[in-house]
């Protein structure tokens, strides 16, 4: 029988790419009703407009699988974000103690499109950590180092931390994590954002020289001499966001020389050259809550993703913002999640064939579980 045969079939994609705004608004719409309190649909911050304008959550990504963890009603997730992030809402919201009081139900977490994917989590693969952990093992003793990763990585990478000791973090309590790290080892392997290792290593006074950058393509110890891994307190990945990595030390100058009061304001993704020049920086929820409590008037140019910006200026008329940068930055791969894939995969999912599931291993999960309580222990 083939599948169009079958009443249960999945419902293809292409058609949806025919339809306009309104209408799949429309049956989006619809399908929330039918669904009710068991339908989650979860938006990133960095998500376009007429997607966040769906959601009946909004937040950066750890902060969303955690209210969607703590949902009682939820039996279905529809992360509008990246496949690391639907990764860890599964994680969080299927673990064993939550499923018993399910009666073993397992929310399945779909991504509207499997191609929104997170550059920045793709450049660190396991296979690649794992001979990383190997060739250093050859110089310094591992049993001294910790290994910590920003919850931009795969549900492999946080497995790892958790076997060897290690943790996650994000970008709002990174300093917590690594002085957690320091007083149980005397480096870190940091995976896979540079940036935010380097950023956050420096603000606790560890200098340029102890972190040595590991070079997953190198020939030979990441492209680092025995010396430079001796001598390392940190060990940075080397690994950036396609999108922070574009704002430039020359955007803040410009800026400034047009207005010296202007406050610049950057997520720790950003180039070190551009974070250094910064007047604040923080997590996406920190330049959020900035922006929020900063008097009327006040002025300002912000150097992360495109979509929050705009929707910072749009809520905050009172306010001048500025996006920190002429070249447009904008998260490539969010930008996937659009209206057709949206409707096509909850109308899949009302219809009992949902697509997209993301579906991490038990095994995988359990120890990337480990990483991550690790985290949440520290408060
Ligand atoms: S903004 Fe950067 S880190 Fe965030 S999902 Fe996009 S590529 Fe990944």
């Known amino acids: ?56 959550l909004r937040g950066d990504s750890y902060q969303l699988s955690k209210l969607a963890a703590q949902s009682r009603d939820c039996r279905y997730i529809v992360f509008c974000g990246v496949h690391f992030m639907a990764e860890t809402a599964d994680i969080v919201a299927n673990r064993p103690e939550v499923l018993a009081g399910r009666d073993g139900w397992r929310v399945p977490v779909v991504l509207p499109d499997l191609a929104a994917g997170c550059s920045m989590a793709d450049m660190a693969e396991i296979e690649q950590v794992e001979n990383c952990w190997d060739e250093l093992s050859e110089v310094i003793d591992m049993d001294r180092v910790v290994p910590v990763t920003y919850i931009n990585s795969a549900a492999s990478l946080k497995a790892f931390c958790g076997r060897h000791g290690g943790i996650v973090c994000t970008s709002s309590n990174a300093r917590a994590v690594l002085e ?17 290792g380097r950023n956050t290593s420096m603000g606790m006074g560890i200098a340029l020289e102890q972190m040595p950058v590991w070079d997953p393509f190198a020939d030979e110890l990441g492209g680092n001499s025995e010396e430079d891994i001796r001598g390392s307190k940190v060990i940075l990945w080397k690994g950036w966001c396609s999108v922070h990595q574009m704002f430039r030390p020359e955007h803040v100058e410009m800026f400034r020389r047009r207005d010296p009061e202007i406050r610049i304001l950057v997520h720790p993704e950003c180039p070190r050259e551009v974070f250094e020049l910064a007047d604040e920086f923080g997590s996406t929820n920190k330049i959020i809550q900035t922006i929020q409590q900063a008097p009327a008037g006040s002025r300002w140019a912000i150097g992360t993703e495109l979509h929050l910006v705009n929707r910072l200026k749009q809520e905050h008329p009172d306010k001048e913002i500025h996006f920190l940068s002429p ?23 009302a219809a009992g064939t949902p697509v997209n599931v993301i579906e991490v291993d038990d095994e995988t999960a359990k120890w990337a579980r480990i990483a991550i309580e690790r985290m949440l222990d520290i408060g």
């Open 1 to 56: 029988m083939s599948t169009l045969d079958t009443p249960t079939a999945t419902l293809p994609f292409e058609p949806y790419r025919e339809l306009d705004s309104a209408e799949l608004t429309e049956r989006i719409q619809a399908v929330r009703s039918q669904m009710g309190k068991e339908l989650l649909i979860l938006g990133h911050h960095y998500q376009q407009d007429e997607v966040i304008a769906l959601a009946d």
């Open 327 to 349: 070249v447009v930055c904008m998260c490539a791969t969010m930008y996937r999640i659009d209206l057709p894939h949206l409707c096509w995969s909850l109308e899949n999912l």
């Open 180 to 196: 957690w790290a320091f007083e149980r080892g005397d480096r870190v392997f940091f995976f896979p954002d540079q940036h935010l």
